[in-house]
């Protein structure tokens, strides 16, 4: 087989490739001269030097816009400086509560992301191999055409629409409304395959499932742990707060199976094996209670179920730890003083806890550890969960999402109700859209959709095994590529099987050149986030307006534009934009964000109206870097981006949720207890909290959600008004859409959503508490005989693979053939599936070749040296071809590969099956084509952290 090297594409920017590629030859074949930004020093003082005028004579009013990263979950501020309708120069802002004046690689970077000529500039489609260009309203027609043909021949679940964790808010809710409208729940978006098991597992704990505290915060923290989190190149910008809490003492602790970037500032680095995440906590819990080192008040007043991990963690004493993580029992020791002696503390992970069979197990074990030390509710300590995309947090809290619609109200038909209230519309007519068939037992309306890690599973699947009609025939990949996805093998199999695959992005992506297919591919160009404006929810829960830089470039679009279009062909636009206006076929923004202002209480998004978040937008100045709260200005006394939940009305000024569970604070203030969403007993056990929970409150006890027969109970019913008494009747909380029973409950200092402890035991769960599960494909045999995985089962519409994984394993001995352990993450050159990145010179220049790291010990066996062409083999049967990186960042027995490249699939370049001219200026093999099978038995994250694989010389 002939080996393609990931290296710029010589077809279009270069004549020679291979390691050794200089900066200067890469910037000379790439185009950019040393007038750009590649030539400045984009790090050395956080400034970029300005380009080259639009104009000939650089005449023209230059004017500055504020607008946001739109990289990684930080959100940092930048100005882009315009003249003549061109964006020619950018500056990080010095004044943005968040990042002042901070800026990474691919922050410094953004302005190349308009007018990148590696874009799609025109609809086009694949006829008979060729790209051809259409016009709008051709690839429209021909589009909803197929759409309209598939809903009559299989159904409305035979189409999918893959969301995107790019999109803005309004942009977000819109597409699941379109679905809704479409009638299926087959919609999902990439924290399906990033975040959903924290989403899960800290939502069931807590009552939330999102970062407690903020990045500011962690100036105040006694001690960091960080496990499965490399934020030193995941989330660069947050480096600066968390080195400046550990200039202010903070002991940081760095728990990864690699020693990373971050590490190297670490007080203590742990090396854990791949997929041991529970046991390590365990390790550490079993030391805090042997040492009486636990909040015991805080236990037994706020957190239930705790005697049940306290039983669970005698399984795991010091040698067992020792056993299964590599932990030693004089460190673990170690670890577990210093988080007792250092507190407040926080916890940081990110995907390399997450992406697990057992990820939603992991996340509560993080949980629970922070209800033991006590470390919740307090600035300093809770979990700072660093998302990924810049609006993964947002894309997620509005329901992109195949078990939930906006606001996480679930497919309960209450929920949807709720929902048909806020669009203004027949429920009837609502439910009229979606296949009103059983199948294996569950109604496609009420039951959850094929999540975005298995959509291919949907295409492939023998439909009577499938919860809906048919398989999927066609997909929407709008700002999602598919090379982020594991099983690469069996995703480019469903590409070319569909009917139909069409992609909605600045760049074709690998949705649009993986196949190997002739037709019906549609290539749809959709503007940048710096072509439009919206909101953009930060991984802190604050929301930020991002205003548009400059027009759409070429004949792209933006996202909300192609919706209204596509709803128009379909016969849904009349419904789907009954209370939004449109200007031509341009949604407006601002009553977007009206419209989710009138449905979306259960988190409290709410009180964010368009004209606060601009108001918070052009005062970033104002806003403390410590606390984030407005000392002054017009905003006074509110918390920057107002995150949620933001209580009430607009028109209530409630200043946003800095901290969540916080009870030192009126909920009028930003307080807050944990929630009451489990119900208020269990197998004759109290729920609810033992102490008052947010300061103020007038029951002076825990309590339940609210409903109107509670206000009615309490004596409060009158302080509603009359209009408020009739939206309110027979509502609770969350469903009354005048918010009255939300005002009046914090009137008299109450938590809308109720006052209970949070719970260690999840009964709804397969597992009630976390329990250590070996990954599937794992080396080590006789532990997965001790501790074993999941029957197989039925998840979410498809049958799933868990215990006879295990066993083929052993059977075949894969475990002996592919002996090395397997682990995926980020670099910080790239973002994501890298299509962006990776055609951007400033960043492709920084790195050029897809590697695996590899241990000097493991390549001595194999007669392996740095920068040689190996093969990883899979034990699926995949190989990629790509260079070895010697290194001692990992440990004799384990590997790493990054995440972001794409376009070589297995040893086969890609290259001949982009549209002219947007080939990336670097392509490589995409690591997901080697991961292996796995997905968390509650969500259905993906595994791609803890495989095995086999590595050869070439």
């Not at 569950?442 to 009609?469: L, N, Y």
């Amino acid at each position: 087989m002939k080996l393609t090297r990931s290296v710029p594409p010589k077809a279009s920017t270069c004549e020679s490739g291979g390691l050794g590629l200089n900066r200067r030859q890469f910037l000379k074949r790439a185009g950019v001269t040393s007038g750009g930004i590649a030539a400045a020093s984009m790090l050395g003082t956080g400034m970029i030097t300005k380009a080259e005028a639009a104009s000939a004579d650089g005449s023209g009013e230059i004017s500055t816009v504020r607008t946001i990263c739109s990289h990684c979950s930080v959100g940092c501020g930048v100005y882009a400086k315009v003249q003549n309708g061109v964006w020619i120069h950018q500056e990080p802002a010095f004044d943005h509560p968040i990042n002042r004046g901070g800026h990474c690689a691919k922050g410094a970077s953004l302005l190349h992301h308009t007018h990148s000529e590696k874009r799609v500039k025109y609809p086009m489609k694949l006829v008979d191999g060729q790209w051809t260009k259409l016009t709008w309203e051709e690839a429209i027609d021909q589009v909803g055409d197929l759409m309209l043909k598939i809903r009559e021949e299989s159904g409305p679940d035979s189409i999918y629409f893959m969301g995107s964790a790019k999109t803005n808010n309004e942009q977000s809710y819109l597409y699941r409304k379109l679905a809704a409208m479409w009638g299926t729940n087959n919609v999902d978006h990439s924290a399906r395959i990033c975040h959903s098991t924290t989403v899960a597992g800290v939502a069931n704990t807590w009552g939330y499932g999102a970062m407690t505290n903020s990045y500011n915060d962690m100036h105040n923290c006694k001690s960091m742990l960080f496990i499965g989190s490399n934020a030193a190149e995941a989330h660069p910008v947050a480096m600066q707060h968390i080195l400046l809490g550990k200039e202010r003492g903070a002991k940081m602790i760095v728990v990864d199976p690699r020693f990373t970037r971050t590490a190297a500032h670490a007080d203590e680095y742990v090396h854990i094996r791949p997929g041991t995440d529970i046991p390590f906590i365990y390790g550490l819990l079993w030391h805090i209670f042997e040492n009486d080192w636990q909040d015991q008040d805080f236990i037994d007043s706020r957190a239930w179920g705790m005697e049940a991990i306290r039983e669970e963690i005698k399984n795991y004493p010091p040698d067992e730890v020792e056993l299964i993580t590599s932990v030693g029992e004089k460190q673990m020791y170690r670890v577990a003083k210093t988080l007792a002696d250092h507190r407040p503390g926080t916890i940081v992970w990110c995907m390399g806890g997450t992406q697990h069979t057992i990820g939603n197990a992991n996340t509560r074990a993080y949980c629970i550890l922070q209800l033991a030390l006590g470390n919740m509710g307090v600035s300093g300590g809770g979990a700072n969960i660093f998302r990924g995309h810049d609006n993964v947090q947002g894309a997620t809290d509005f329901g992109l999402l195949f078990d939930n619609l906006p606001g996480y109200y679930g497919l309960s038909e209450g929920a949807w109700q709720h929902w048909s209230r806020v669009w203004d519309l027949d429920f009837e007519w609502v439910k009229s859209r979606f296949d009103q068939g059983s199948y294996l037992g569950d109604t496609p309306m009420f039951s959850a959709g094929i999540p975005c890690s298995r959509w291919h599973d949907g295409v492939m699947e023998d439909k009577d095994k499938i919860g809906q009609r048919d398989n999927v025939r066609m997909a929407f990949f709008l700002g999602q590529s598919v090379n982020t996805e594991t099983r690469g093998r069996e995703v480019r199999e469903a590409l070319n099987k569909m009917d139909a695959v069409v992609v909605v992005d600045p760049y074709p992506t690998m949705a649009g050149v993986m196949h190997t297919r002739k037709d019906n591919v549609f290539l749809l160009p959709a503007a940048t986030q710096f072509e439009t404006y919206g909101s953009v929810s930060n991984s802190n829960r604050s929301l930020q307006w991002r205003s548009q830089v400059v027009e759409p470039m070429f004949e792209s679009k933006p996202d909300h534009e192609i919706m209204y279009l596509l709803a128009s062909k379909v016969g849904i636009a009349e419904q789907m934009f009954k209370n939004i206006k449109v200007e031509g076929s341009v949604p407006l923004i601002e009553d977007i964000t009206r419209e989710f202002n009138r449905g979306m209480w259960t988190v409290g998004y709410t009180g964010q109206s368009p004209e606060r978040l601009k108001l918070h937008q052009e005062n970033w100045g104002t806003f403390d870097y410590e606390d984030l709260q407005a000392k002054g200005g017009p905003a006074k006394g509110e918390t920057y981006g107002l995150p949620w939940p933001c209580w009430g009305t607009p028109e209530q000024k409630h200043p946003g949720t800095h901290i969540l569970y916080d009870t030192s604070k009126n909920v009028l203030e930003g307080g807050g207890n944990f929630r009451a969403r489990f119900g208020v007993e269990y197998e004759g056990e109290n729920l609810l909290a033992s102490d008052p929970g947010s300061k103020g409150n007038e029951i002076g006890d825990g309590f339940p959600e609210f409903t109107a027969d509670m206000l009615k109970q309490l004596g409060w019913w009158d302080d509603l008004t009359a209009e408020e008494k009739v939206a309110a009747e027979g509502r609770n909380w969350k469903t009354d859409l005048s918010g009255g029973i939300q005002r009046v409950a914090m009137k008299h200092g109450c938590i809308p959503y109720g006052n209970a402890k949070a719970r260690c035991r999840v009964w709804t769960f397969p597992d009630e508490i976390p329990i250590h599960r070996e990954p599937l494909y794992t080396p080590k045999r006789e532990l997965a005989i001790k501790y074993p995985s999941y029957e197989d089962r039925q998840v979410a519409r498809l049958p799933t693979l868990y215990r006879s994984i295990q066993e083929k394993v052993r059977n075949e001995e894969l475990d002996i053939k592919f002996p090395m352990i397997l682990t995926t993450g980020r670099l910080v050159e790239y973002e994501g599936g890298g299509e962006e990145t990776r055609s951007n010179p400033w960043l492709a220049e920084l790195q050029q070749e897809m590697f695996v790291e590899i241990n000097p010990a493991d390549a001595s066996d194999r007669g392996i040296r740095d920068g040689d062409e190996v093969i990883l083999h899979s034990p699926e049967g995949a190989k990629l071809y790509i260079s070895a990186l010697v290194t001692e960042r990992v440990i004799p027995g384990e590997c790493f590969m990054p995440y972001h490249f794409a376009g070589i699939f297995e040893g086969e370049s890609l290259e001949t099956s982009y549209p002219e001219g947007t080939v990336p200026y670097v392509i490589g093999e995409s690591a997901n084509t080697a991961m292996t099978y796995g997905y968390d038995v509650v969500t259905q994250m993906q595994e791609t952290k803890a495989s095995i694989c086999q590595i050869t010389k070439v």
